[in-house]
Protein backbone atom coordinates (compact mmCIF):
# COMPACT_ATOMS: atom_id res chain seq x y z
CA UNK A 1 0.00 0.00 0.00
CA UNK A 2 2.79 1.93 0.70
CA UNK A 3 4.28 2.13 -2.38
CA UNK A 4 0.99 2.54 -4.31
CA UNK A 5 0.80 5.74 -2.18
CA UNK A 6 4.13 7.20 -2.91
CA UNK A 7 3.41 6.48 -6.90
CA UNK A 8 0.16 8.19 -6.33
CA UNK A 9 1.67 11.98 -4.57
CA UNK A 10 4.28 11.77 -7.05
CA UNK A 11 1.50 11.97 -10.05
CA UNK A 12 -0.40 14.57 -8.00
CA UNK A 13 2.41 16.88 -7.60
CA UNK A 14 4.20 16.08 -11.27
CA UNK A 15 1.05 16.90 -12.69
CA UNK A 16 0.07 20.18 -10.57
CA UNK A 17 3.87 21.50 -12.01
CA UNK A 18 2.82 20.98 -15.25
CA UNK A 19 -0.75 22.93 -14.90
CA UNK A 20 0.87 25.85 -12.70
CA UNK A 21 3.83 25.96 -15.82
CA UNK A 22 0.92 25.86 -18.45
CA UNK A 23 -0.82 28.57 -16.47
CA UNK A 24 2.22 30.69 -15.86
CA UNK A 25 3.34 30.62 -19.27
CA UNK A 26 -0.05 31.56 -20.71
CA UNK A 27 -0.40 34.65 -17.91
CA UNK A 28 3.10 35.87 -19.57
CA UNK A 29 1.90 35.85 -22.65
CA UNK A 30 -1.07 37.69 -21.59
CA UNK A 31 0.99 40.27 -20.46
CA UNK A 32 2.38 40.74 -24.53
CA UNK A 33 -0.05 39.19 -26.73
CA UNK A 34 -3.71 40.45 -27.43
CA UNK A 35 -6.59 37.88 -25.97
CA UNK A 36 -7.49 37.63 -29.84
CA UNK A 37 -5.09 38.56 -32.88
CA UNK A 38 -6.74 39.00 -36.63
CA UNK A 39 -3.84 37.73 -39.13
CA UNK A 40 -3.84 37.42 -42.80
CA UNK A 41 -4.51 33.27 -43.94
CA UNK A 42 -1.92 34.21 -46.67
CA UNK A 43 0.59 36.70 -46.74
CA UNK A 44 1.97 38.85 -44.17
CA UNK A 45 0.05 42.11 -44.43
CA UNK A 46 -3.45 42.79 -45.53
CA UNK A 47 -5.25 46.52 -46.46
CA UNK A 48 -7.00 47.93 -43.44
CA UNK A 49 -9.56 50.88 -44.88
CA UNK A 50 -10.91 52.52 -42.05
CA UNK A 51 -14.64 51.65 -42.44
CA UNK A 52 -13.21 48.44 -42.32
CA UNK A 53 -11.42 48.47 -38.98
CA UNK A 54 -14.36 50.48 -37.48
CA UNK A 55 -16.88 47.62 -38.59
CA UNK A 56 -14.76 45.47 -36.32
CA UNK A 57 -14.74 47.49 -33.55
CA UNK A 58 -18.50 47.68 -33.85
CA UNK A 59 -18.56 43.93 -33.38
CA UNK A 60 -20.54 42.94 -30.10
CA UNK A 61 -17.99 42.27 -27.58
CA UNK A 62 -15.29 44.09 -28.98
CA UNK A 63 -13.28 46.26 -26.69
CA UNK A 64 -10.30 47.88 -27.82
CA UNK A 65 -8.83 47.28 -31.61
CA UNK A 66 -5.13 48.37 -32.30
CA UNK A 67 -3.24 48.13 -35.31
CA UNK A 68 -0.69 46.35 -35.66
CA UNK A 69 2.69 46.73 -38.25
CA UNK A 70 5.57 44.09 -37.37
CA UNK A 71 8.76 43.02 -39.03
CA UNK A 72 12.58 42.47 -38.37
CA UNK A 73 14.64 46.03 -38.84
CA UNK A 74 18.12 46.86 -37.59
CA UNK A 75 18.14 49.29 -34.45
CA UNK A 76 22.14 51.05 -33.38
CA UNK A 77 22.42 52.63 -29.53
CA UNK A 78 26.06 54.20 -29.81
CA UNK A 79 27.41 52.21 -32.29
CA UNK A 80 25.93 48.73 -31.02
CA UNK A 81 23.51 47.09 -33.65
CA UNK A 82 21.01 44.35 -33.55
CA UNK A 83 18.52 42.88 -35.89
CA UNK A 84 15.35 43.14 -33.85
CA UNK A 85 11.67 42.82 -34.09
CA UNK A 86 9.64 46.49 -34.06
CA UNK A 87 6.31 45.99 -33.03
CA UNK A 88 4.47 49.45 -34.51
CA UNK A 89 0.92 49.91 -32.13
CA UNK A 90 -1.64 52.52 -32.47
CA UNK A 91 -2.06 54.37 -29.18
CA UNK A 92 -4.58 52.19 -27.45
CA UNK A 93 -1.92 49.23 -27.16
CA UNK A 94 -1.22 49.79 -23.62
CA UNK A 95 -5.15 49.63 -22.72
CA UNK A 96 -5.44 46.45 -23.42
CA UNK A 97 -3.83 45.67 -19.98
CA UNK A 98 -0.20 44.84 -21.26
CA UNK A 99 2.77 44.16 -18.96
CA UNK A 100 0.48 43.59 -16.05
CA UNK A 101 3.15 40.74 -14.90
CA UNK A 102 6.96 40.35 -15.67
CA UNK A 103 8.80 43.57 -15.15
CA UNK A 104 8.48 46.76 -16.28
CA UNK A 105 10.10 50.16 -15.59
CA UNK A 106 10.30 53.57 -17.20
CA UNK A 107 7.67 55.28 -18.59
CA UNK A 108 4.40 54.07 -20.29
CA UNK A 109 4.45 56.39 -23.00
CA UNK A 110 5.05 55.83 -26.86
CA UNK A 111 6.14 59.68 -27.55
CA UNK A 112 4.39 62.08 -29.85
CA UNK A 113 4.31 62.46 -33.30
CA UNK A 114 7.30 65.26 -33.28
CA UNK A 115 9.39 62.93 -30.87
CA UNK A 116 8.78 59.04 -31.32
CA UNK A 117 9.42 56.70 -28.28
CA UNK A 118 10.05 53.17 -28.03
CA UNK A 119 9.69 50.23 -25.18
CA UNK A 120 12.54 47.91 -25.23
CA UNK A 121 12.56 44.46 -23.95
CA UNK A 122 15.28 44.25 -21.73
CA UNK A 123 17.69 41.74 -23.96
CA UNK A 124 17.62 44.61 -26.72
CA UNK A 125 18.32 47.41 -23.90
CA UNK A 126 21.09 45.52 -22.59
CA UNK A 127 22.81 44.13 -25.91
CA UNK A 128 22.37 47.81 -27.16
CA UNK A 129 23.75 48.97 -23.58
CA UNK A 130 20.60 51.74 -23.59
CA UNK A 131 20.51 54.23 -20.87
CA UNK A 132 17.08 55.37 -20.13
CA UNK A 133 18.60 58.29 -18.29
CA UNK A 134 21.16 59.93 -20.60
CA UNK A 135 19.94 63.13 -22.24
CA UNK A 136 19.39 62.81 -26.32
CA UNK A 137 19.29 59.36 -26.10
CA UNK A 138 18.64 58.29 -29.10
CA UNK A 139 17.83 54.86 -30.77
CA UNK A 140 18.72 54.22 -34.53
CA UNK A 141 15.89 52.19 -37.04
CA UNK A 142 16.96 51.23 -40.09
CA UNK A 143 14.67 49.18 -42.59
CA UNK A 144 15.88 47.66 -46.32
CA UNK A 145 13.81 48.91 -49.13
CA UNK A 146 14.40 48.03 -52.84
CA UNK A 147 16.87 50.23 -54.90
CA UNK A 148 15.78 52.66 -57.55
CA UNK A 149 18.71 51.43 -59.62
CA UNK A 150 19.78 48.44 -59.38
CA UNK A 151 23.04 49.63 -60.20
CA UNK A 152 23.13 52.31 -57.41
CA UNK A 153 25.68 52.94 -55.07
CA UNK A 154 24.42 55.33 -53.04
CA UNK A 155 23.30 53.55 -49.44
CA UNK A 156 20.84 55.88 -48.69
CA UNK A 157 18.76 54.71 -51.57
CA UNK A 158 19.17 50.98 -50.16
CA UNK A 159 17.15 51.47 -46.34
CA UNK A 160 14.88 53.81 -44.87
CA UNK A 161 16.02 55.51 -41.78
CA UNK A 162 14.32 57.14 -38.59
CA UNK A 163 15.09 57.64 -34.73
CA UNK A 164 13.36 57.04 -31.79
CA UNK A 165 13.61 57.78 -28.23
CA UNK A 166 14.04 55.34 -25.54
CA UNK A 167 11.49 55.69 -22.72
CA UNK A 168 11.17 51.95 -20.95
CA UNK A 169 12.66 48.66 -20.68
CA UNK A 170 10.30 45.53 -20.03
CA UNK A 171 10.74 41.70 -19.50
CA UNK A 172 8.01 39.25 -19.95
CA UNK A 173 9.78 36.30 -21.22
CA UNK A 174 13.58 35.44 -22.87
CA UNK A 175 12.11 35.10 -26.41
CA UNK A 176 9.95 39.03 -26.19
CA UNK A 177 12.74 40.34 -24.14
CA UNK A 178 15.56 39.75 -26.49
CA UNK A 179 13.49 40.66 -29.85
CA UNK A 180 10.99 43.11 -29.45
CA UNK A 181 10.91 46.80 -29.66
CA UNK A 182 7.98 48.48 -29.30
CA UNK A 183 6.89 51.92 -31.37
CA UNK A 184 4.24 54.20 -32.47
CA UNK A 185 1.92 52.61 -35.09
CA UNK A 186 3.09 56.27 -37.77
CA UNK A 187 6.35 55.86 -37.19
CA UNK A 188 6.77 51.92 -38.59
CA UNK A 189 3.85 52.49 -41.16
CA UNK A 190 6.60 55.69 -42.49
CA UNK A 191 9.82 53.39 -42.24
CA UNK A 192 8.11 50.32 -43.87
CA UNK A 193 6.35 52.17 -46.43
CA UNK A 194 3.23 50.01 -45.34
CA UNK A 195 0.42 52.97 -46.57
CA UNK A 196 -3.07 51.38 -45.13
CA UNK A 197 -1.53 48.16 -44.94
CA UNK A 198 -1.16 46.23 -41.36
CA UNK A 199 0.09 42.68 -40.31
CA UNK A 200 -2.01 41.94 -37.71
CA UNK A 201 -5.04 43.39 -35.27
CA UNK A 202 -5.17 43.06 -31.97
CA UNK A 203 -8.48 42.35 -29.62
CA UNK A 204 -9.21 42.73 -25.97
CA UNK A 205 -12.76 41.31 -25.47
CA UNK A 206 -15.29 43.40 -24.24
CA UNK A 207 -16.24 42.68 -20.13
CA UNK A 208 -19.06 40.44 -19.80
CA UNK A 209 -18.44 38.72 -23.02
CA UNK A 210 -16.82 35.51 -23.72
CA UNK A 211 -13.30 34.78 -25.74
CA UNK A 212 -14.35 32.13 -27.54
CA UNK A 213 -17.84 33.96 -28.52
CA UNK A 214 -15.98 37.17 -30.21
CA UNK A 215 -13.54 34.51 -31.51
CA UNK A 216 -16.58 33.00 -33.29
CA UNK A 217 -18.28 35.84 -34.03
CA UNK A 218 -14.89 37.88 -35.62
CA UNK A 219 -14.28 34.36 -37.87
CA UNK A 220 -17.79 34.66 -39.45
CA UNK A 221 -17.43 38.85 -40.22
CA UNK A 222 -14.07 38.35 -41.40
CA UNK A 223 -14.24 35.21 -43.73
CA UNK A 224 -11.70 32.45 -44.65
CA UNK A 225 -9.26 35.26 -45.73
CA UNK A 226 -8.32 36.09 -42.15
CA UNK A 227 -7.36 34.02 -38.90
CA UNK A 228 -8.74 34.70 -35.65
CA UNK A 229 -6.68 33.25 -33.42
CA UNK A 230 -6.86 33.58 -29.21
CA UNK A 231 -3.97 33.31 -26.68
CA UNK A 232 -3.31 29.44 -26.83
CA UNK A 233 -3.46 29.57 -30.18
CA UNK A 234 -0.42 31.97 -30.92
CA UNK A 235 1.45 29.67 -29.57
CA UNK A 236 0.39 26.30 -29.83
CA UNK A 237 3.84 24.75 -30.75
CA UNK A 238 4.61 25.77 -26.85
CA UNK A 239 1.52 25.15 -25.44
CA UNK A 240 1.26 21.31 -27.22
CA UNK A 241 4.93 20.89 -26.37
CA UNK A 242 3.85 21.46 -22.55
CA UNK A 243 1.02 18.83 -23.21
CA UNK A 244 2.74 16.55 -24.70
CA UNK A 245 5.55 16.58 -21.82
CA UNK A 246 2.41 16.19 -19.43
CA UNK A 247 1.56 13.61 -20.97
CA UNK A 248 4.85 11.27 -21.15
CA UNK A 249 5.77 12.23 -17.92
CA UNK A 250 2.89 10.92 -16.75
CA UNK A 251 3.38 7.64 -18.92
CA UNK A 252 6.82 7.26 -17.15
CA UNK A 253 5.50 7.55 -13.78
CA UNK A 254 2.44 5.02 -14.43
CA UNK A 255 5.58 2.80 -15.46
CA UNK A 256 7.55 3.28 -12.61
CA UNK A 257 3.85 2.61 -10.71
CA UNK A 258 3.72 -0.75 -12.52
CA UNK A 259 6.61 -1.81 -11.56
CA UNK A 260 6.19 -1.26 -8.14
CA UNK A 261 3.31 -3.06 -7.81
CA UNK A 262 5.44 -6.35 -8.64
CA UNK A 263 5.20 -6.27 -4.55
CA UNK A 264 1.54 -6.46 -4.58
CA UNK A 265 1.62 -9.14 -7.19
CA UNK A 266 4.44 -10.79 -5.19
CA UNK A 267 2.91 -10.75 -1.58
CA UNK A 268 -1.03 -11.82 -3.42
CA UNK A 269 1.06 -14.95 -4.84
CA UNK A 270 2.71 -16.04 -1.63
CA UNK A 271 -0.29 -15.41 0.06
CA UNK A 272 -2.07 -17.73 -2.36
CA UNK A 273 0.80 -20.63 -1.76
CA UNK A 274 0.52 -20.30 2.09
CA UNK A 275 -3.19 -20.68 2.31
CA UNK A 276 -3.29 -23.54 -0.52
CA UNK A 277 -4.71 -25.80 2.23
CA UNK A 278 -7.48 -22.49 3.74
CA UNK A 279 -8.47 -22.80 0.66
CA UNK A 280 -9.07 -26.08 -0.40
CA UNK A 281 -11.30 -26.11 2.49
CA UNK A 282 -13.06 -23.29 1.48
CA UNK A 283 -13.74 -25.48 -1.72
CA UNK A 284 -14.73 -28.57 -0.03
CA UNK A 285 -17.25 -26.68 1.98
CA UNK A 286 -18.57 -25.54 -1.27
CA UNK A 287 -16.42 -21.87 -2.66
CA UNK A 288 -16.49 -21.90 -6.09
CA UNK A 289 -13.39 -20.76 -8.44
CA UNK A 290 -15.52 -17.39 -8.61
CA UNK A 291 -15.76 -16.86 -5.17
CA UNK A 292 -11.89 -17.79 -4.27
CA UNK A 293 -10.89 -15.28 -7.36
CA UNK A 294 -12.58 -12.34 -6.06
CA UNK A 295 -11.12 -12.79 -2.39
CA UNK A 296 -8.13 -11.77 -3.71
CA UNK A 297 -9.05 -9.64 -6.17
CA UNK A 298 -11.04 -7.92 -3.35
CA UNK A 299 -7.65 -8.54 -0.91
CA UNK A 300 -5.57 -6.28 -4.27
CA UNK A 301 -9.05 -3.89 -4.72
CA UNK A 302 -8.68 -2.96 -0.86
CA UNK A 303 -4.64 -2.27 -1.45
CA UNK A 304 -5.44 0.08 -4.80
CA UNK A 305 -8.21 1.99 -3.16
CA UNK A 306 -6.33 2.66 0.55
CA UNK A 307 -2.77 3.23 -1.05
CA UNK A 308 -4.80 5.41 -3.98
CA UNK A 309 -6.85 7.03 -1.55
CA UNK A 310 -3.93 7.89 1.04
CA UNK A 311 -1.58 9.38 -1.98
CA UNK A 312 -4.11 11.35 -3.26
CA UNK A 313 -4.85 13.52 0.20
CA UNK A 314 -1.04 13.20 0.54
CA UNK A 315 -0.66 14.47 -3.15
CA UNK A 316 -3.00 17.68 -2.62
CA UNK A 317 -1.37 18.33 0.60
CA UNK A 318 1.73 19.09 -0.56
CA UNK A 319 0.21 20.81 -3.81
CA UNK A 320 -2.02 23.08 -1.15
CA UNK A 321 1.59 23.90 1.38
CA UNK A 322 3.53 24.53 -1.77
CA UNK A 323 0.69 26.80 -2.59
CA UNK A 324 0.65 28.65 0.07
CA UNK A 325 3.80 28.60 1.41
CA UNK A 326 5.96 28.09 -1.76
CA UNK A 327 8.04 25.18 0.11
CA UNK A 328 10.56 24.77 -3.15
CA UNK A 329 11.51 27.85 -4.93
CA UNK A 330 12.87 28.21 -8.49
CA UNK A 331 16.32 29.76 -6.76
CA UNK A 332 16.27 32.33 -9.62
CA UNK A 333 16.41 35.51 -7.89
CA UNK A 334 15.07 37.14 -11.16
CA UNK A 335 12.35 35.01 -11.72
CA UNK A 336 8.75 36.54 -12.47
CA UNK A 337 7.43 33.78 -9.77
CA UNK A 338 9.42 32.99 -6.47
CA UNK A 339 8.57 29.23 -6.32
CA UNK A 340 7.13 26.52 -8.44
CA UNK A 341 3.98 27.30 -9.83
CA UNK A 342 1.26 24.26 -9.46
CA UNK A 343 -2.13 23.89 -10.18
CA UNK A 344 -4.99 20.83 -9.47
CA UNK A 345 -6.93 20.01 -12.06
CA UNK A 346 -9.80 17.72 -11.13
CA UNK A 347 -9.58 15.52 -14.39
CA UNK A 348 -5.87 14.55 -13.29
CA UNK A 349 -6.96 13.36 -10.38
CA UNK A 350 -9.83 11.09 -11.57
CA UNK A 351 -7.06 9.59 -14.16
CA UNK A 352 -4.35 9.29 -11.77
CA UNK A 353 -7.06 7.29 -9.40
CA UNK A 354 -8.05 5.17 -12.39
CA UNK A 355 -4.87 4.59 -13.72
CA UNK A 356 -3.56 3.62 -10.25
CA UNK A 357 -6.27 0.90 -9.38
CA UNK A 358 -6.12 -0.65 -13.13
CA UNK A 359 -2.73 -1.28 -12.51
CA UNK A 360 -3.26 -2.73 -8.87
CA UNK A 361 -5.92 -5.20 -9.98
CA UNK A 362 -3.95 -5.83 -12.90
CA UNK A 363 -1.11 -6.84 -10.44
CA UNK A 364 -3.82 -9.10 -8.52
CA UNK A 365 -5.68 -10.75 -11.43
CA UNK A 366 -2.73 -13.38 -11.76
CA UNK A 367 -2.34 -14.03 -8.03
CA UNK A 368 -6.24 -14.66 -8.12
CA UNK A 369 -6.07 -17.20 -11.10
CA UNK A 370 -3.36 -19.31 -8.88
CA UNK A 371 -5.53 -19.49 -6.00
CA UNK A 372 -8.58 -20.37 -7.85
CA UNK A 373 -6.76 -23.11 -9.21
CA UNK A 374 -6.16 -24.51 -6.24
CA UNK A 375 -7.84 -28.35 -5.97
CA UNK A 376 -8.97 -30.27 -2.66
CA UNK A 377 -8.29 -33.96 -3.49
CA UNK A 378 -4.30 -32.81 -3.74
CA UNK A 379 -3.64 -30.24 -0.49
CA UNK A 380 -5.99 -32.46 1.56
Given amino acids: MIGVAVGTIALVVVMSVFNGLEDLIRSLFASFDAELKIEPARGKSFLAKEEWLQSIQNLEGVAVLTEVI ?70 KVYYPKAPRSAASIDPSQLYNSAVLEPKAFFSIEQRFDDEYVIAPLNFVRDLLNYGQKRTSL ?5 DGYSVSSV ?18 EQHATLIRTVKLEKLFVFLTLSFVLAIASFNIFFSLSMLAIE ?16 LIKRIFLKQGALIALSGALLGLV ?26 YPVRIVGTDLVWIGLTVIGITLLASWRPAILASRVRPVQEL
Avoid at 221 to 229: A, C, I
Avoid at 319 to 333: K, M, P, T
Fill in 70 to 139: EDNALVEYNQNQLVARIKGVSPNFLEQGRFSNGYFWGDTTLGTDLRPAAILGRGVGFFLSVNLDAPNSIL
Fill in 202 to 206: EIKVA
Fill in 215 to 232: QKALKTHLGPDFLVKNTD
Fill in 275 to 290: KKKDIAVLQAMGASEK
Fill in 314 to 339: LGIGLVWAQQEFGLVSLGISSAVVDA
